[in-house]
């Protein structure tokens, strides 16, 4: 008797641990046995990074969860998907169940409800829908555009570097610098002169050898103006002028590359959500850097 006793209590521990281990593994998936559901199917053809009890959502609510995934061998090439939502939920005729992924894979169902007042009842099979992730969207829509603009940022560099160096504008610079030098003798010239004038107004004599002075002055000075190459410096900003109007017809002529590359406003905006979506991952990778490393001990 006391053995028959002893084997009922062993049954009866097993069962509530067996009780105990299912409720608690329900429990870690974020299942509430407790609370009634209303369970929907949706069919799709791929589900990569969805997982069992993976959430779904509603305007960014979560509603339910994901309760199974499995293949549909009678439908070779499609995922079934089974999603328990709260009993409260009605969902209208026409609603889709979309898998969007984030930028690290994660992937969850989203609800689109449609504007059907005709509701469907439980146990129903939804539209399913998978939506391009941020990564994939990135690769299809801007690299393409980015590469098309490579060749027409080398022209630009190319064109640049062309006109900065054009022995005619380094000439040029060279000859102002010349320039500048010699006027700045002269005015040191004239200001010794200047310097000079009041001794030449308290002495006749010093204002006639003063007179002289300034004469011979001015003479030098005439004579280096006459030696400077005024011609050469002419042509030479002439030539500067020339290349400076082609570039600037080349800029606003909106069929030629870098009419092209000043004028699109989508490759602005394109350039502008791409930098957007790698400055959304570099603070991802520095909140969570061990989604992306991964270090292993030996």
């Known amino acids: 008797m006391n053995i028959a006793k002893k084997e009922v209590i062993i049954g009866a521990c097993v069962v509530i641990a067996l009780a105990i281990l299912y409720f608690g593994i329900e429990f870690l998936k974020g299942v509430n046995i407790f609370q009634p559901v209303n369970a929907y199917s949706a069919t ?91 990564l994939e969207g990135v690769s299809q829509n801007l690299m393409p555009r980015v590469a098309s603009i490579l060749p027409k940022i ?35 010239s004239l200001n010794g002169t200047a310097n000079m004038l009041p001794p030449v107004v308290k002495d006749v004599k010093g204002i006639t050898g003063n007179v002289n002075d300034i004469t011979a002055d001015l003479a030098e000075l005439s004579g280096k103006l006459k030696e400077m190459p005024t011609d050469s410096l002419m042509n030479n900003l002439m030539v500067i002028s020339a290349n400076l109007k082609t570039l600037s017809e080349s800029l606003s002529n909106t069929d030629s590359s870098l009419g092209a590359l000043t004028h699109d406003r989508a490759l602005y905006n394109n350039l502008n959500n791409a930098a957007a979506s790698l400055d959304s991952l570099l603070i991802d990778v520095k909140r969570n850097p061990k989604r992306y490393i991964s270090i292993k001990l030996l």
């Open 154 to 188: 080398d022209t630009l560099l190319v064109n640049v570097n062309t006109l900065v160096s054009d022995p005619a504008l380094l000439s040029a610079i060279s000859r102002l610098d010349d320039i500048a030098i010699k006027v700045d003798r002269t005015v040191g």
């Open 44 to 134: 799709y053809t791929n589900v990569a990074g969805l997982q069992v009890s993976a959430p779904v959502t509603l305007n960014g609510f979560k509603v339910g969860q994901v309760s199974d995934i499995y293949y549909e061998y009678d439908n070779p090439g499609h995922v079934g998907v089974d999603i328990s939502l709260d009993k409260e939920l009605r969902i209208p005729e026409g609603s889709k169940a979309v898998i969007e992924a984030d930028i690290l894979g994660t992937a969850q169902v989203v609800l689109h409800f449609s504007d059907s007042k005709q509701m469907i009842p439980s146990g129903s099979t939804l539209t399913g829908e998978t939506a391009a992730g941020m």
